[in-house]
């Protein structure tokens, strides 16, 4: 792992460890989630990751937030009738922008991880209910070579690592502030 992920992965873990524990989340690798809790955890999901896409205005990841979109439409619920998040750290610079890329394509690997299981409980899988946790269709293992590569080599400057390790803290705890105002 090289200096610039391991920093961000330093900045982000407490945040992470305690997003993994966060209730609205948690059903999300039990193998007794319902379906109500499962749709319940998507939708706090995209109401985090909509805002945070579209300020990206990148094509992988616009793939992956209509996938989610999809994935609610099949569960009952209509996105474009969710709360989204809008205190979000600034996206506007360079290493602001790694740093989310890291934190949404991080949460990808964590989502193909828990479809086993969501297809195990509630039968939904990669063609159907869970593409969003699949990454249907995406090479999300090449994009993240990518992003690695990316990290060392435009992170190299102390101060834009620092900047980037910043911006993906923020993230994180605007997750975790999220998740809890969503708990509902």
């Given amino acids: ?11 982000t873990q407490e945040s992470h460890d305690r997003l993994d524990k ?3 989340l948690r059903p999300l690798v039990r193998p007794d989630v319902t379906h109500q809790e499962y749709a319940r955890a998507l939708a706090v999901l995209y109401g985090f990751n909509a805002p945070v896409e579209r300020a990206l205005g990148e094509g992988q990841g616009a793939a992956r937030l209509a996938l989610l979109r999809e994935d609610l439409r099949v569960l009952g619920t209509d996105p474009d009738a969710l709360p989204e998040m809008t205190a979000l ?3 506007d610079s360079a290493p602001a922008r790694l740093a989310a890329r890291y934190v949404l394509d991080g949460s990808a690997h964590g989502g193909r991880a828990m479809l086993p299981g969501i ?14 946790l699949a990454s249907d269709g995406l090479d999300m293992v090449g994009a993240w070579k990518a992003l690695m590569l ?28 999220w998740t809890a105002e969503q708990r509902g």
């Fill in 119 to 132: 297809t195990r409980a509630l039968g939904y899988d990669a063609r159907r209910g869970a593409r969003f």
């Fill in 22 to 24: 966060a209730a609205v």
């Fill in 150 to 177: 990316r990290l060392e080599d435009e992170l190299a400057d102390p101060a834009a690592l620092a900047a980037a390790c910043a911006t993906a803290a923020g993230l994180f705890a605007a997750l975790e502030r």
């Fill in 89 to 91: 750290p600034a996206l």
């Fill in 1 to 11: 792992m090289g200096p610039a992920r391991q920093a961000l992965r330093d900045a």
